[in-house]
């Protein structure tokens, strides 16, 4: 992370395991995870379905603690310990101080209550003020977020809403109380691409004129490319690397990132540059591969990382650039050459002449 | 969403041990002081129970599970309603409640005047005898006849003028009109002119509700209607009467149907006219609810009695713990297994006598309640009929098939042989249809009945319906010929052997259209002759003599298997002197009980 | 909407002919007692029992007998006379009908509130022992007829015949306008008999419509608000999970209204069911026709009435 300002983030994680008991086993949704997000900036979080992005951050909230799940670690918010806190405060900085934008909208908002009374009910829920006081506040952030005539729509109830304006309704919601941290679980994933453009830019111009920090939480590189200042990428409930997005995007060091990138399909690639899909799929997070997680969907595996769990450790020369990869950096470095320049994994590993020991 | 509520008559599990519930009953009369009745110690019965016992005045409460079938006194014909007509009106004759020898003279002043060739009856009526309000003037003697007269009219469908008035002149073809026959000389005597000479029968019929007066200047606009209303407007002769509005209107006041009904004083009711003390102020009846409920509450409560049938664990119950509350009466008819003498392979003697043989009597009895309310039955007469003890009196004619209760299949089996079956098993091919009745404990005696027919070799379908379904659509209809009918019962209309023999057996009765109550189609022509020459028969003793030869003759043809002289129990408080009447199943009479 | 309305309306009353018109079937075409020949009785002449069949207007055909009832109905709402007592059904009908209402609403607010309290307790702690004891005892309730249950309650509790003298027992019915306490207090073993079952139905339907529910997304935003817990629970979570239980409410009731036979017998209460079912051990046809009728007025203005609270209670729920 950017640690630029030198000044306290505005939330910080610190080694956060969260693991639910099943019948099935343990499942370890996040494994140790520590990140920082600052006022003012943008921490995006990418990762597949199942690598424990979402579980993170309904745990800053406590959205996790009814459900019997183990949670250690800290997560400080403003120097206090979110974890620790109990219900009642807790409940104070929900939607308040700290306040969290789901993916569907359809399904996110009550179907039976109107708009305008849900928008209300979240004002209410943490300030003393008159309902004709609050109704005017809802119909403030509607048009703030750029729904047309809110003054109506404050009145209808949110299946009268098209897709975009029932999302843009749900951000209104968030951020009536002027929380000082928006945590967007896939915002867009639900909507149009033109849509999602749009919503993007919203939240951009929010951030701006608002000043407060955004956690964006996506599987699609696009949208942190669009909106991150920093990145996360998250594997089997562990961060594997972090760093600014420009850092993340000219010089990926994982190469479960490296999949992530080249699985996108560019304007600037040629017709023939064929796609390079990442083989396998997610693994159990109750029964999770030894060594290093992702092992088994790597090209470039070797056979000691069956055995060894690499830690997240600085880059060379990048020290907010970390990484947990056991493949040396000059190899990671030669392979990332190969595989930008358009070859398959396989060409890339064996032009990339890799020693015995990965180096 | 549909749960078991909706499903409703088969739940409801009525307690009908004894009388059935389109049954009536009336008079008997006892040829000796035994009664015979094995009645256990503590228990009350109509002839050892005091006449009175409790203070003028009050209000006696009435559980019936069984609402009233009619109260117009021309139509009724049920124990329940009798209660009633005879605490309301005054017949010309009526039974006093233990004394079942003679009937008393009611309306009439005094016994009928039977002229020798038993073609005319004359009777006195009683003077100073005043109808209820709204009508409150004398009644005549042209009100009797009136009375009589409409039976016939088919608004009000008297159901049993015609075994009676149809030997009256006119009265075949009556309408409801005057009818040549009964005659009024004068304001105080009224006259029947008899086409044959059953004078005595006649005469002995007038104790039925038919023969109390009806005045024809109110009645007559009522009965115009289909069917007659007279009965919700009625007025009354006797101590009481159904509660009526300013307008005479009982119908909701007075009588509310499956509801309520009250009786309160008649204000016009002279007691020196008549013999009926008439302790109660009031008697309100609630109708309905769940037999084992009010039977409890009746035992357990005050001034209450229960004038229905209780349920079998009720009588159990207060055998057991409140015996000196319960009332056991005989002459309370009998059970008996009609098979169809017609039609089907009943038609042979031997077959007839095979089943009477083969049938477990006692567990049939066993199956109502035991000892307590049932007396096995060997023959067609019941006890207090005259005639029983010349027809055989408890045990019953000396017959093989007869001397075994608990069934015998070695005699059984000696008549299959003789009806045509070797092997002493039925091996022909049809299968016998049962019908029976739903209730308590109806289907179980239909089981016993069907398992006996089973051990012979029959096969058989046994069906169970309601009880009115039973006798007005299955059992005595022509064109169903059922073979078996086990749960049909007989209560006699009065204390004379032909009111207990005549109608279920008497072959000449049977209808081909239409119900019948000779549920086996009896038609023996030697026993249907004999019944006609009977029914002529002049004098108590020799009538007696005369029907008991026909009884031995009807048990030498097995016309149907008998099993139980039923006995009739009845439930009060224990703050009540109950006084039952013999000749009504022992219904507790409102005219004689009292509150203690 | 009012065209909606309209339109169920018209539709109810077309259904209304048609159960008539079955009914009428029905009790003439099964072997039931023939009212006639149960009105005259035995020993009767075939010529009387025409005679009176003739009166009772048995005589005509069917579809003359028909159209003469439906009539009767239509021009001059005569329902018909009883054949036994000569009471008009109208009457008799109007006369039952708040001993049924009392027993039957009352019932249904004592297995509403029973049911939905216990359903609500037992969705929040799903498994827990509180869960498993509650749902047991709803399916011991669930099984116990009905029937039996009065007794039984009868003879535990009433203050007549029971083990513990406490409430008024069988027969203790009188109207709300002769005396409220009476009749509430007679009222309360009633209430019980017909609730039991009903509220452990209802709690079942509560407890898994809730926690469907609760697993909804809007539940999570609710919470993500920062909204207490119990308005979490109550104001987002059940108004979402009663919308099922509404509607069956309404036609559990509507159905209850025509059909309640059992309790009322038991403890002797004069309403229709009871009526409905003297009629048919006697075979008097008008008032077995007018209870139906009733029966099936109810069910049919219970269901437009639920469809009708559905475009309150849904407002995705629009009708044309």
Redesign the interface.
């Given at each position: 992370m950017s640690g630029e300002r030198g000044e306290q983030p505005l939330l910080q994680v610190e080694e956060l395991r969260v693991e639910f008991p099943t019948e099935d086993g343990i499942v370890h949704a996040v494994d140790g995870i520590t990140y920082q997000v600052h006022r003012g900036r943008t921490l995006g979080i990418v990762g597949e379905s199942g690598s424990g992005k979402s579980v993170a951050s309904l745990t800053t909230?406590g959205?996790t603690r009814g459900q019997g799940a183990n949670i250690s670690g800290r997560i400080l918010f403003e120097g206090r310990d979110l974890l620790t806190l109990p219900?009642r405060q807790l409940?104070?900085?929900?939607?308040?101080e700290i306040?969290?934008v789901?993916q569907?909208p359809l399904?996110?908002?009550?179907?039976?209550y109107k708009v305008g009374a849900q928008l209300i009910?979240?004002i209410r829920?943490?300030r003393e003020v008159s309902t004709a006081h609050a109704r005017e506040h809802a119909v403030e952030l509607l048009g703030l977020v750029g729904i047309p005539d809110p003054r109506r729509r404050v009145e209808e109830?949110p299946?009268e809403f098209s897709g975009g304006m029932r999302q843009r309704a749900?951000i209104a919601?968030a951020l009536i109380n002027d929380p000082k941290l928006l945590i967007a679980d896939e915002p867009t994933t639900a909507l149009d691409v033109t849509v999602q453009a749009q919503i993007l830019a919203l939240l951009e111009r929010l951030q701006r004129e608002l000043g407060m920090a955004i956690v964006i939480i996506t599987h699609d590189l696009g949208v942190v490319a669009e909106m991150a200042d920093d990145v996360a990428v998250m594997y089997a409930g562990r961060i594997v690397e972090t760093a600014s997005t420009e850092l993340v995007f000219a010089h990926p060091e994982h190469p479960y990132t490296w999949g992530l990138l080249k699985s996108i399909p560019t304007l600037t690639g040629g017709r023939e540059e064929d796609l390079v899909p990442i083989p396998g799929t997610p693994p159990s997070l109750i029964r999770r591969p030894s060594g290093c997680h992702f092992h088994p969907r790597c090209p470039y595996a070797q056979p000691d990382h069956a055995r060894i769990d690499p830690r997240l450790e600085p880059v060379e020369g990048a020290s907010s650039h970390q990484v947990a990869c056991l493949l040396g950096a000059h190899a990671r470095q030669r392979l990332w050459r190969e595989l930008s320049a358009g070859r398959m994994p396989a060409e890339a590993l064996a032009a990339a002449g890799l020693a015995e020991d990965g180096r | 969403m549909f749960s078991i509520r909706t499903i409703l008559p088969a739940l409801l599990a009525l307690a009908a041990g004894g009388a059935a519930l389109a049954l009536a009953a009336c008079g008997s009369s006892s040829s000796s002081a035994n009664t015979g009745l094995n009645t256990p110690q503590g228990v009350l019965t109509p002839a050892n129970e005091p006449q009175s016992g409790g203070h003028r005045g009050g209000t006696l409460t009435v559980l019936n599970h069984t609402d009233f079938e009619h109260i117009d006194p021309g139509t009724s014909y049920f124990s329940n309603d009798y209660e009633a007509m005879y605490a309301t009106q005054r017949p010309l004759y009526s039974y006093k409640p233990n004394n079942v020898t003679t009937p008393t003279p009611d309306m009439a002043e005094s016994d009928p005047q039977i002229s020798s060739d038993g073609k005319n009856i004359t009777i006195h009526i009683r003077h100073g005898v005043h109808f209820s309000p709204p009508v409150n003037r004398e009644v005549t003697s042209a009100d009797v006849a009136y009375a009589l007269e409409r039976a016939a009219n088919p608004n009000v469908a008297n159901p049993y003028y015609l075994g009676y008035l149809g030997a009256v002149e006119g009265v075949p073809k009556a309408n409801g009109g005057p009818v040549p026959g009964i005659r009024t000389p004068n304001k105080y005597t009224l006259e029947l002119h008899l086409t044959e000479p059953k004078a005595q029968l006649v005469a002995a019929s007038l104790v039925l509700p038919y023969s109390a007066a009806v005045p024809a200047d109110y009645a007559k606009r009522f009965d115009a209607q289909k069917p007659s209303e007279y009965g919700n407007y009625q007025v009354a002769t006797g101590p009481y009467m159904f509660k009526a509005n300013a307008e005479g209107k009982v119908l909701g006041t007075g009588y509310q149907p499956g509801k309520s009904a009250t009786l309160v004083r008649n204000p016009n009711w002279n007691a020196s006219t008549d013999f009926r003390p008439a302790y109660l102020d009031q008697i309100n009846i609630q109708i309905g609810g769940d037999t084992n409920v009010i039977g409890r509450q009746v035992l357990e409560g005050s001034h209450m009695i229960q004038n229905d049938t209780p349920a079998q664990s009720i009588v159990k119950l207060a055998y057991e713990k409140f015996r000196s509350q319960l009332e056991i009466s005989p002459n309370a008819g009998d059970h008996y297994i009609a098979i169809n003498n017609s039609k089907g392979p009943f038609t042979n003697v031997n077959l007839r006598k095979a089943y009477w043989a083969a049938l477990d009597r006692e567990a049939m009895n066993k199956a109502r309640g035991g000892s307590l309310v049932t007396i096995l039955m060997t023959h067609y007469l019941w006890p207090e009929t005259p005639g029983f003890e010349a027809a055989g009196g408890y045990a019953g004619p000396k017959v093989d098939y007869n001397e075994h209760p608990q069934g015998d299949m070695a005699v059984a089996e000696k008549y299959m042989k003789l009806a045509g079956y070797p092997s002493g098993k039925y091996t022909g091919g049809k299968t016998l249809t049962v019908v029976g009745s739903t209730g308590n404990p109806e289907p179980e005696d239909a089981q016993i009945a069907t398992q006996a027919l089973n051990k012979l070799g029959f096969k058989t379908k046994l069906n169970l319906v309601d009880k009115s379904v039973m006798y007005s659509k299955y059992c005595g209809v022509v064109s169903e010929a059922i073979d078996v009918c086990p749960n049909v019962g007989w209560v006699a209309d009065f204390g004379d052997a032909q009111a207990v023999l005549n109608v279920p057996f008497n072959g000449k009765l049977i209808v081909a259209n239409g119900t019948n109550s000779n549920w086996g189609l009896v038609n023996h022509q030697k026993i249907n002759e004999a019944m006609t020459a009977a029914e002529k028969v002049q004098g108590k003793e020799a009538r007696a003599n005369a029907w008991a030869n026909i009884d031995r003759e009807l048990v030498g043809e097995a016309v149907a298997v008998p099993y139980d002289w039923d006995k009739q129990a009845q439930i009060q408080s224990k703050d009540v002197a109950g006084v039952g009447d013999l000749w009504n199943i022992g219904s507790w009479d409102y005219n004689y009980t009292s509150l203690k | 909407m009012i065209n909606y309305i309209v339109r169920r309306l018209l539709w109810g009353l077309v259904l209304l002919i048609a159960v008539t018109a079955l009914i009428f079937i029905l009790f003439r075409v099964l072997p039931t007692a023939d009212p006639a020949t149960l009105r005259a009785g035995r020993l009767q002449s075939p010529k009387i029992i025409a005679e009176i069949r003739a009166d009772l207007g048995l005589d005509k055909s069917l579809p003359a007998q028909f159209w003469i009832y439906l009539k009767g109905i239509l021009l001059h709402f005569n329902l018909g006379y009883s054949y036994y007592s000569g009471a008009s059904v109208k009457s008799l009908l109007f006369d039952r009908l708040p001993a049924t209402v009392s027993l039957v609403l009352g019932g249904a607010v004592v297995w509403v509130t029973a049911g939905m309290t216990v359903g609500i307790l037992s969705a929040l702690r799903p498994r827990s022992r509180r869960d498993r004891a509650s749902m047991g005892g709803a399916l011991l309730l669930v099984s116990a007829p009905e029937y039996w249950l009065g007794l039984i309650v009868l003879y535990l509790f009433a203050a007549d015949i029971g083990q513990l003298r406490i409430f008024p027992g069988s027969g203790s019915y009188v109207p709300l306008t002769t005396d409220p306490v009476k009749w509430f207090t007679s009222l309360l073993l009633p209430w019980f008999v017909v609730a039991a079952g009903n509220a452990a139905i209802y709690a079942r339907l509560m407890r898994s419509s809730l926690i469907e529910t609760m697993g909804q997304d809007y539940i999570r935003t609710a919470r993500a608000k920062g909204l207490s817990e119990r308005r979490v629970v109550m104001h987002h979570g059940v108004r979402a999970a009663i919308n099922p239980i509404l509607t069956i409410l309404a036609l559990d009731v509507g159905v209850l209204l025509g059909s309640a036979v059992l309790v009322e017998t038991v403890f002797n209460i004069p309403g229709i069911g009871r009526l409905n079912y003297d009629a048919i051990t006697h075979a008097d046809f008008p008032i077995i026709q007018g209870t139906v009728l009733m029966a099936a007025l109810f069910i049919i203005v219970a269901n437009i009435l639920v469809d009708i609270a559905y475009a309150y209670l849904d407002p995705r729920v629009r009708y044309s």
């Open positions: 909230l959205l219900d409940r104070a900085v929900r939607g308040n306040a969290m789901f569907d399904s996110s908002l009550h179907p039976f009910e979240a829920a943490h109830f299946h749900m919601m | - | -």
